[in-house]
């Protein structure tokens, strides 16, 4: 047993070794006496243990573990939150700021379905609640699975937790299917949110900035009795699998679930024009102040669930949906400084350094200024009182300043002529709107940028290891590239690992968590592995989009691994652009990219399990198929033709190749008909396809 020193006589080493005794032996009772219901020691004993722990950790707060015995109140305290795949991957929603973009979206889906201006196409309108958003699975009506949407193809298991939120039934009433997953969103009331901040700002903890954090961090709790504390409720908005559908309308639907026993978004109403959608929309916006929680914006979802699948998703969000966000929020500020930063691919942003303001909730200290134009458009200068906005979850702005607040000591913004990471000479693009750092491979900034990118949540996702503890480690030259990643946790690193937990606020626990979360992220499937490269035109649609067209993931790495040969090259750029969607600005970007960093991947590769991407659906004709299509249909439009033979496992290519399977043609085919009879590929009319969807012409 440590005998109690003064903490003001020990060192950090001294503590965190202390620390870390104390956090398992307070462990190690909270075991006997909340599992085993057997303690050992005395509960004063015990209050002394969590006393000691609690001095501790006020003398020397950087040394706070993360899985701290102060964060927990009893019971089993899960050691992480294990992953779970969503069976229907959970999207995201696209965003509309005016009446004409919602105008805009009724257009469009009547394009895309092919329907005449005065068909009626209803939706619901339904608040967008600003909480986190949740699955929850019931077989034989009894919650057998809670999970956190996460990167939307995989959250993390909150089971334990979500059995402590009010409105989550445990068992569902009514005529329930055998098997359904149910999603909507996890908030707090306002209410609760101010109750919560007032006691966490008496013990001297941080308040939460806004009740969406606030929901956040008490559902992620590692003790579920924190989180039946903190009082959090759930709306139902949504389905994923269900084993009997649940109506033929979103309407309907809403009834069943409701008689399950959910509490639904509310209010909701069928709308059936623009009108209908504007004044809904201003009604709701005149309310928001007076409801018991959060919301930011409306979403408008198909009544007609029948189009669903028919429309089909883009890469994030579907198609039968839109939301429609609350105008910003405002404030003023002074704009105290301009920095520059280079991003990963060297582009020089310049950076407003604000005075900090709260909008809406949320503290806010910089803001993007984009490039030399936008500066130049809102004629700011360093000193000026400049305005503010925020929407949701997109990066303040800065709208414009107060001339009549200017002072005569108000600096003009200088661009530099150098790069401020590297000191290389910038190379100005297009008027000067563009500024460069075209030193790709040594610039620090970009390198560091690159690891960034390489970890965040879209990317390889590596949890515990964010901007702040990359740099720490970049700067160190710790890790300085992304083989080093994956090597920080590999056997022989004890040292380094030694080294990083000496580093304030990094500590034992945190370094071991962070070498765990190394090391599950080895398993990836291809289109995140090219989209976490950070390669300039290559965003996640497009690494989708290869990574869908390459099918076998191994493949890809082969074809990359043999392109110092021109005739490999030739044929590797050929099937790029043939790829459906890829510009040719990407296809030139890729292969820069493999030529000149074929090392560094094959060393990253060495770390990585490819998963494969797509499960591909066995039971419908076009499965695994590569379609091309060619010339005008009669009842579909192209995008509907892609969407269902994607649905249906199909692989489009725009380009009649010898790898295609089957040329899908419409009326006045052209010259890819012609190629498609001189390489004896199946040829199938719109009749002949539809049929394959059960549909008739
Ligand atoms: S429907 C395909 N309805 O908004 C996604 N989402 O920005 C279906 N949200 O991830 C979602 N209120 O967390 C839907 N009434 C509502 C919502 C809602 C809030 C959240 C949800 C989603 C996010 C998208």
């Not at 599950?520 to 390669?535: A, E, F, H, P, R």
């Amino acid at each position: 047993m440590f005998k109690s020193k003064d903490p003001s006589k020990m060192n950090k080493e001294e503590a965190l070794k202390e620390l870390i005794y104390l956090s398992k032996i307070i462990e190690r009772h909270d075991k006997l006496y909340y599992q085993n219901d057997s303690p050992e020691i005395s509960d004063s004993e015990y209050d002394r243990l969590k006393g000691r722990n609690a001095d501790l950790e006020k003398y020397f707060p950087t040394m706070v573990l993360k899985n701290s015995p102060s964060n927990k109140v009893g019971n089993k305290p899960q050691s992480k939150f294990s992953k779970v795949s969503h069976k229907v991957p959970m999207l995201s929603l696209s965003n509309a700021f005016s009446l004409e973009e919602i105008q805009e979206f009724f257009n469009r889906t009547r394009r895309f379905l092919k329907l005449n201006k005065n068909d009626l196409l209803e939706v619901l309108a339904e608040p967008k609640i600003d909480g986190l958003s949740a699955t929850l699975i019931y077989k034989d009506g009894n919650l057998v699975l809670g999970a956190t949407r996460g990167d939307g193809k995989q959250g993390e298991n909150i089971t334990a937790n979500i059995r402590f939120i009010n409105d989550v039934p445990y068992k569902l009433k009514g005529n329930f299917p055998d098997e359904i997953e149910v999603r909507g969103e996890i908030y707090i009331s306002n209410i609760d949110f101010e109750k919560m901040n007032l006691v966490r700002i008496r013990q001297g903890i941080p308040p939460f900035s806004n009740p969406r954090n606030a929901a956040a961090g008490s559902v992620r709790q590692l003790d579920p009795l924190v989180t039946k504390t903190r009082n959090l409720g759930f709306y139902a908005y949504n389905w994923g699998i269900t084993s009997t559908p649940l109506g033929k309308t979103l309407v309907e639907s809403r009834k069943a679930l409701e008689l399950f026993g959910f509490n639904l978004t509310q209010p909701s109403k069928l709308c059936s024009s623009i009108g209908d959608i504007k004044k809904y929309f201003e009604e709701l916006f005149e309310k928001r102040s007076n409801l018991n929680f959060d919301i930011d914006g409306v979403v408008y979802k198909l009544n007609n669930l029948s189009l669903y699948n028919r429309l089909g998703e883009t890469d994030h969000s579907p198609r039968y949906s839109i939301s429609h966000k609350f105008p910003p929020e405002k404030g003023v500020t002074i704009l105290n400084n301009v920095s520059f930063q280079i991003g990963r691919t060297g582009a020089v942003t310049p950076v407003a350094e604000l005075a900090p303001v709260t909008i809406g909730g949320v503290r806010v200290k910089r803001a993007t200024l984009h490039n030399k134009n936008e500066i130049l458009r809102l004629g700011i200068m360093i000193g000026d009182t400049v305005l503010i906005q925020r929407a949701g979850d997109v990066i303040p702005q800065i709208t414009g300043f107060v001339s009549s607040l200017r002072s005569k000591s108000a600096k003009v913004i200088n661009f530099p002529k150098f790069c401020p990471s590297c000191n290389t000479l910038l190379e100005s693009i297009d008027d000067e709107t563009i500024i460069r750092c075209n030193n790709v491979k040594f610039c620090n900034s970009q390198k560091l940028g690159r690891l960034i990118h390489f970890v965040s949540r879209n990317a390889v996702n590596i949890e515990g290891l964010g901007e702040k503890q990359l740099k720490e480690l970049f700067n160190l030259g710790i890790v300085k590239n992304f083989g080093d990643i994956f090597r920080l946790s590999s056997e022989g690193s004890i040292e380094i690992h030694e080294q990083i937990s000496q580093l304030s606020g990094w500590g034992a626990l945190s370094v071991k968590n962070m070498l765990e979360s190394i090391k599950n992220s080895k398993n990836q499937t291809l289109d995140k592995l090219i989209y976490s490269l950070g390669i300039r035109h290559v965003g996640y649609g497009s690494a989708r989009l290869i990574a869908k067209y390459f099918i076998e993931s191994e493949r890809f790495i082969e074809e990359v691994q043999k392109l110092n040969n021109k005739n490999n090259l030739d044929k590797f750029s050929e099937n790029l652009i043939s790829i459906n969607g890829l510009g040719n600005k990407a296809v030139d970007s890729i292969i820069n990219y493999f030529v000149n960093n074929i090392s560094e991947f094959n060393d990253l590769c060495s770390y990585i399990n490819l998963e494969e991407l797509i499960e591909i659906k066995k039971d419908t004709p076009l499965s695994g198929k590569s379609l091309v299509f060619s010339g005008k249909f009669e009842n579909l439009t192209r995008s509907e033709a892609k969407t269902l033979a994607e649905n249906a496992g199909a692989f489009i290519s725009s380009q009649v190749s010898s790898r295609t399977d089957i040329l899908v043609v419409g009326d006045k085919p052209g010259i890819k008909l012609k190629k498609a009879k001189d390489l004896s590929i199946e040829i199938m009319d719109e009749k002949q396809f539809l049929i394959v969807f059960d549909r008739k012409l």
